[in-house]
């Protein structure tokens, strides 16, 4: 019998997308005007490419899924102050690469004001900007950069003549990430979704794992899931490492030998929509928690728990991190990993020859997602709809002066969380984490 497959989420419609167009360029100044490119093809060997995929931030003011387009932002213009650049019709071309929308199809199916094709880009760009005091880019994109220095050259060239280049670039990043970083109640159904999907690809390797099978046939599992269920695949490059191979932090050879006896680390998520899933995973692959992983297994869960108990409003990123630090040092000292003061250890950082990374980072479009950490200079406090990751984690080195049981053990626990009204919602809840539960899941292979 074949899987379930999961009812899809509504996609986010053109409505939210030009409100969120109209947001954006209501917290500009007057008289300016925004650049976005899109994303192109990306060879991955001599005349194929890559699987496209569109850029996030083109994304979420668009909607658009084709390569080689350019968004045009201009507040207050009376043709319309949104215009898409993108690939001409080629009858030809789309015989070998698929249907290209062109621009009837651009603004009849993602509801731009205007259109154009590319071969009318140059000529066009410069009247739309001609006049426009500032032109808002991403300055860390050298392809909008390029285009933007272009474009105020030639214009520059006919000042004589009345035309007005634009006087400054500025940075539309952190206006445009931080709208980014609250997201819609649509948003939140894609995530919940992308979370359900990632959620049973890891029950499905738990079920699947065995002594004896390589890292990547459990990968196989977790990412026939994905395409199962309509994702695109994984959100990022899937992590399965076996054994001592948990501890290298972003291992993705996954091509190692499950061994009895050991614990395998699985941190993957399925993309859907373009929004990410991002779980991390620990259990034993012959289904039962020896006496030193259940130990630190049971550490780094009840430090995990409590941290997701912490997410709420008003809360930051790092008060839940300070908890886990001093959660895992604590726990770290009773299992004679360390010792001394639980503050004195903190404070000469001793704890992180076990624990290397951060709690926490922003979820969404893309599984780091855009947003600050901070706003003037203080931690940024949680608000409902904002997304994060809650994932501590110990990696143990397999050193002499370790005691032999605990060498070479890699755990962490991830999930995802959103920010609510009240307090979270974990939308990862669908994988177990609780070693009975893990076990007893693992049981019924």
């Not at 608000?383 to 755990?411: C, S």
Request: include cysteine.
């Amino acid at each position: 019998m074949l899987p379930e497959i999961l009812p899809r989420p509504a996609p986010i419609g053109n409505d939210e997308y030009r409100a969120r167009r109209q947001a954006l360029m209501a917290s500009l100044p007057a008289g300016s005007a925004v650049l976005l490119p899109g994303a192109a093809l990306v060879t991955r060997s001599r005349d194929s490419e890559f699987p496209f995929r569109q850029d996030s931030d083109f994304h979420y003011l668009t909607g658009f899924p084709e390569p080689d387009a350019l968004l045009v932002l201009l507040p207050g213009r009376a043709e319309g102050e949104s215009v898409l650049f993108c690939q001409d019709r080629d009858p030809a071309l789309e015989a070998w690469t698929g249907i290209r929308l062109g621009a009837e199809g651009a603004v009849r199916e993602h509801g731009v004001d205007q259109a154009f094709g590319n071969a009318e880009r140059d000529e066009r760009l410069e009247a739309l900007l001609d006049g426009r005091r500032a032109l808002y880019l991403l300055l860390a994109n050298n392809e909008a950069l390029v285009l933007a220095d272009e474009l105020r050259g030639r214009l520059a060239g006919r000042v004589r003549r009345g035309a007005r280049p634009p006087e400054a670039f500025a940075d539309i990043a952190p206006l445009l990430h931080a709208q980014r970083q609250v997201k819609s109640e649509a948003e939140l159904a894609l995530m919940r979704h992308a979370a359900e999907v990632s959620a049973r690809a890891h029950v499905r390797a738990m079920q699947a794992a065995r002594p004896g099978l390589a890292e990547y046939q459990l990968q196989a599992e977790l990412e026939h899931e994905f395409r199962w269920q309509g994702g695109s695949g994984p959100a990022y490059a899937s992590i399965v490492g076996g054994g001592a191979n948990a501890c290298v932090l972003h291992y993705i050879e996954n091509a190692a030998r499950l061994r009895d006896g050991d614990l395998v680390l699985i941190d993957a998520g399925g993309e859907f929509d373009l929004y990410a899933g991002d779980i991390t995973r620990t259990f034993p692959i012959n289904g039962r928690f020896d006496g030193a992983q259940r130990s630190l297994y049971e550490l780094v869960l009840g430090v995990q728990e409590r941290a997701v108990d912490a997410v709420r409003p008003g809360a930051t990123l790092a008060e839940i991190h300070d908890l886990v630090v001093y959660g895992l040092t604590e726990g770290l000292i009773g299992l004679g990993l360390l010792e001394g003061e639980v503050q004195a250890r903190i404070e000469d950082d001793s704890y992180r020859r076990f624990y290397l990374h951060s709690t926490s980072h922003w979820l969404g479009l893309d599984v780091h997602d855009v947003g600050t950490y901070r706003r003037d200079g203080e931690p940024l406090p949680l608000e409902p709809g904002m997304v994060l990751t809650i994932e501590p984690g110990l990696y143990v080195p397999a050193d002499d002066d370790i005691p032999e049981a605990f060498r070479g053990i890699g755990i962490r626990i991830e999930d995802d969380v959103a920010v609510t009204a009240t307090g979270h919602e974990v939308l990862s809840a669908g994988v177990p984490k609780r070693v009975a539960e893990i076990e007893a899941l693992m049981a019924r292979k």
